[in-house]
């Protein structure tokens, strides 16, 4: 008998989020669809989602924990959960805590518990604990939150009130529920307006289509705040009550003329004065800004922090279409649930999240045991050759995952493997309404969800209250116990269909209170500078550098990070995306002898990868593109230090520059 459940797609697309059904039967898995009745997806269900089909009986997967005692591919051998959970805690044991990592990635952490499972185990173990933005948003969510605009607007306020809606880095196939929202709004006659740094799918969407050279996007914001104050545009009744620093801000943007942008963006100043007018004169504006591809520079995350200004200027805050739409890891204001981390606390010497600083405390010998939690740092890590050599000279390498990667691979000795979000129970949140993620088929081959193997190490090492709840549900109702939830319990939620409307407010930041020591928008901030950080956003230009291409990364349709080996273990994502794509435009590929469909080799002083060349106008001349997460990226990037220790240690923002810049050339040339 076929039966059908209602679930959330396990991708991490936050902060829209997809749901489905599942028809089962006989304990296996026959079709996912969208969910028509979802009131978030409404049906809609990408190319991403639909490929999980793929993941539960998938041949590929990993499902008995593996060990081997030397690191070469023959190797691996199955073994019991004991023996597998006896070696990891053995090694704890021997190292320390001080010498232990538990580092944290989305892979396995899909049903929105398997960050405060990792974090409440490292806490009460006394480990070091990295946090995943490192690798992704961080730096962006810094730079808000030294404004103090932390809050977003739901994706249907955008879709129902906005005038004018910008797309800043934001591209619709990060977050496949914008595209449709912004339909419906050009159909009420809103004007959407796109600013990337190559022609992105969003550009289709678009009125107005705004190509920059990467690294200048703080020089955009910057000469549009100076074109709104210059011209009177600035709303000083608002500017007065709610802001603090606005006569400091308008001396800082005083120099940064038409003239002065246009350089540095390669925007024409009449592009420049039409969209700062169009912005400051809309009713209700509002502002969608990228994630990881925009603030993976050197000088991007101070992006975050200009643009937040235009708003705070314009009377664009607490009203509905205005402020800063949904964008990666921002809250809905109201939005909030119960910590499975209650009562534990942090190490006083634990390790700061910042990658220079973890690049070289690897170099130093510092760590003796790594955990990774569902993440592939071969992959993500910038610098990443700095990354091997030191996994090559770690005693212990754990990795807790659903299929191989080139971490594991290459340098892991324990492989433990993880349950799919179908054999699990856990929820998802959108900006609305918060969903359970029941389990719906049982557990493949010999696999065990996070909590179960954490508990196994802590037990192991004589923690016996890792896990005080006598059951997954009584867990999951711990974290439900919010206002922002209505308190409900899982067994609520399953008498109810699986879903609840949350009491959020639509509107960021509706009592025009913000997240600053002031309480009001800190367009200069005092906090900044106490962090070592410039006090008003700075316009760092990108560095010179012997290569003479620009390399960027971002994301497709057809990806998420790393997942799922790089999106290789599911065949419907690997026919989409078989290998690396090269985006490079037709004037930088001529004179290197590169047609489109050619193998060609990225390199520069840190390291190479190859690819195949697309050749498009879609890539701006002197700039070639890839989407993220393929191996050998990182080989390229910079682990350069981007913030200094007080600010990481503020808050998670301890990515590196992961800038780049390279030669392209021919591999049969």
């Known amino acids: 008998m076929v039966t059908t459940h209602r679930t959330m797609c396990p991708m991490n697309c936050h902060p829209t989020y997809c749901g489905m059904e599942v028809d089962v039967e006989d304990d296996r898995v026959l079709a996912i669809r969208g969910d028509r009745s979802n009131p978030d997806s409404q049906g809609f269900l990408c190319i991403r989602g639909r490929s999980t089909i793929e993941v539960p009986d998938n041949p590929a997967r990993v499902l008995r924990p593996r060990v081997r005692d030397r690191r070469t591919p023959d190797a691996w051998y199955d073994t019991t959960w004991d023996d597998a959970l006896d070696r990891v805690a053995s090694a704890i044991r021997t190292a320390g805590p001080g010498r232990t990592v538990v580092s944290r990635g989305h892979g396995n952490s899909s049903n929105g518990l398997g960050g405060q499972y990792s974090l409440r185990f490292a806490n009460m173990l006394g480990l070091h604990h990295w946090d995943p933005s490192i690798v992704c948003w961080g730096l962006g969510g810094f730079g808000l939150w030294l404004t103090g605009i932390t809050e977003t ?10 005038d004018v809606i910008v797309l800043w880095g934001a591209n619709i196939a990060s977050q496949p529920l914008t595209a449709p929202a912004l339909v419906a709004a050009r159909r009420r006659g809103a004007r959407v307006v796109a600013i990337d740094v190559r022609r992105t799918e969003a550009f289709a969407q678009a009125d107005d289509q705004l190509l920059i050279r990467p690294g200048t996007d703080t020089a955009l914001a910057l000469a549009m705040l100076h074109v709104i104050i210059t011209e009177g545009l600035y709303d000083e009744e608002f500017v007065r009550a709610h802001t603090l620093g606005f006569d400091e801000l308008a001396a800082h943007v005083e120099p940064c003329s038409l003239a002065w942008a246009a350089e540095r ?5 009449e592009t420049v004065i039409e969209i700062a007018r169009t912005y400051a004169g809309a009713g209700a504006a509002s502002v969608l800004i990228g994630g990881s591809s925009m603030h993976k520079s050197g000088n991007g995350w101070h992006a975050a922090r200009a643009i937040s200004c235009l708003p705070a200027i314009t009377d664009q805050l607490g009203r509905p279409g205005a402020g800063l739409g949904p964008r990666h890891a921002g809250r809905v204001h109201g939005m909030g649930l ?3 981390t209650d009562g ?19 170099e130093r010998g510092d760590v003796d045991v790594l955990l990774l939690l569902g993440t592939n740092v071969l992959s993500s890590f910038a610098d990443s050759t700095r990354i091997a050599a030191a996994l090559e000279r770690m005693p212990m390498v754990v990795a807790f995952d659903m299929f191989e990667n080139e971490t594991i691979r290459s340098y892991a000795d324990v492989v433990l493997p993880g349950t799919s979000w179908l054999e699990e129970t856990g929820f998802k949140a959108t900006g609305t309404h918060l969903y359970l993620m029941d389990q719906v088929i049982g557990r493949r081959g010999d696999t065990r969800p996070v909590r179960e193997v954490l508990d196994g190490i802590a037990n192991r090492l004589g923690v016996e209250d890792y896990l005080p709840w006598s059951s997954p549900d009584e867990a999951l109702d711990h974290v439900l116990d919010h206002p922002a939830t209505g308190h409900v319990t899982v067994d609520q939620l399953r008498a109810d269909g699986g879903k609840v409307a949350l009491r959020t407010s639509p509107v960021a930041h509706p009592d025009l209170t913000f997240d600053t020591p002031s309480g009001k928008v800190e367009l200069r901030s005092a906090r900044a500078a106490e962090l070592g950080v410039d006090d008003l956003p700075p316009y760092d230009a990108p560095a010179d550098d012997p290569h003479p291409l620009r390399f960027v990364q971002g994301r497709t349709i057809g990806h998420f990070h790393a997942f799922y080996d790089h999106g290789q273990a599911l065949p419907t994502l690997s026919r989409r995306e078989a290998h690396p794509s090269l985006w490079i435009s037709e004037s930088d590929a001529a004179p290197r002898g590169v047609a489109d469909g050619d193998r060609v080799r990225l390199h520069n002083d840190r390291g190479s990868m190859e690819a195949v060349a697309h050749v498009t106008e879609r890539a701006a001349v002197g ?13 390229l990037t910079s682990g350069a230090r981007v913030v200094p220790d007080a600010a990481a240690a503020a808050f998670p923002a301890g990515q590196a520059s992961y800038e780049a810049w390279v030669e392209v050339t021919r591999l049969d040339a």
């Not at 700039?623 to 080989?635: E, K, L, P």
Request: without cysteine; charged residues 20%; negative net charge.
């Open 265 to 269: 963006t390669g925007l024409s100043a």
């Open 338 to 340: 119960g910590q499975l």
């Open 153 to 162: 607007h739901t994706i249907e306020d955008v879709r129902d009130h906005s």
């Open 344 to 362: 534990t606390q942090a190490p006083p010497d634990r390790m700061i999240s910042e990658m220079s600083s973890i690049h070289a405390s690897l």
């Open 623 to 635: 700039v070639v593109w890839m989407r993220d997460g393929w191996a050998g990226i990182n080989d």
